[in-house]
């Protein structure tokens, strides 16, 4: 069972930035798509990028394209997912996940394994 750690969330003004790290426990880690999902409050759990376990291949949702970057460090088992021109939209917990899933994976139930969530807040 993977387990995961996020980390590096805040308090930034509208304009700045983050970058948020998922630790995972394990090195088989390499084999899981790895997503970034977030949850505001009174709102539902969203996608908003994940980047493939074999290809690299990134995916965004459309409000972030342009201002989110995901990557992987495979020799740390840590994904990383920076933030720029952080908007106070972007305000809720971020939380990474993990996905064995053979498909697109954009999906929230396509995720069996999950961070703790860390919070990002952005003021205006």
């Known amino acids: 069972q993977v387990q995961l750690v996020d980390s590096g969330g805040g308090l930034v003004q509208a304009g700045g930035s983050l970058r948020l790290s998922c630790a995972a426990s394990?090195?088989?880690?390499?084999?899981?798509?790895v997503g970034w999902f977030r949850q505001a409050p009174g709102k539902e759990r969203e996608f908003v990028a994940a980047?493939?376990?074999?290809?690299?291949?990134?995916y965004y949702a459309a409000s972030v394209k342009g201002r989110f970057t995901i990557s992987r460090d495979n020799a740390k088992n840590t994904v990383h997912l920076q933030l720029i021109s952080l908007k106070p939209e972007d305000t809720a917990v971020y939380y990474c996940?993990?996905?064995?899933?053979?498909?697109?994976?954009?999906?929230?139930?396509?995720?069996?394994?999950w961070g703790q969530g860390t919070q990002v807040t952005v003021s205006s």
């Open positions: 394990e090195r088989t880690f390499t084999m899981y798509h």
């Open positions: 980047i493939s376990k074999s290809t690299d291949d990134t």
């Open positions: 996940a993990a996905s064995a899933w053979s498909g697109r994976p954009v999906l929230t139930y396509q995720y069996a394994y």
